[in-house]
């Protein structure tokens, strides 16, 4: 059983940082894409950034310069930095393990508020 939990939302201020991390349990964690996506009130869920498990990484265009994904295989953790946080990246953000099938997290909330 793939089981992913998220931790390090919160509540900070524009210009803020915070650092999402994600642990994954239950597969091989090397050997699949993870990422990071978020779904805002009343919008549909969309994709932050994904890493492959070579490393490489894609980021949404809203999100690229300010936000960093990376992980560690040996703790089986994938890591979101947010930087430059806006209000607009309120949302709560999911950790995403890909393959067949894939998984999702529970969810951490992010409010950026001054």
């Known amino acids: 059983q793939v089981q992913l939990v998220e931790s390090g939302g919160g509540l900070v201020q524009p210009g803020g940082s915070l650092r999402l991390s994600c642990v994954a349990s239950?597969?091989?964690?090397?050997?699949?894409?993870m990422g990071w996506y978020r779904q805002a009130p009343g919008k549909q869920r969309e994709m932050v950034a994904l890493i492959t498990s070579s490393s490489t990484t894609y980021y949404a265009a809203s999100v690229k310069g300010r936000f960093t994904i990376s992980r560690d295989n040996a703790k089986n953790t994938v890591y979101l930095q947010m930087n430059s946080l806006k209000t607009e990246d309120t949302a709560v953000y999911y950790c995403?393990?890909?393959?067949?099938?894939?998984?999702w997290g529970q969810g951490t909330q992010v409010t950026v508020s001054s």
């Open positions: 239950g597969s091989v964690f090397s050997i699949n894409p």
């Open positions: 995403y393990r890909g393959g067949t099938p894939d998984y």
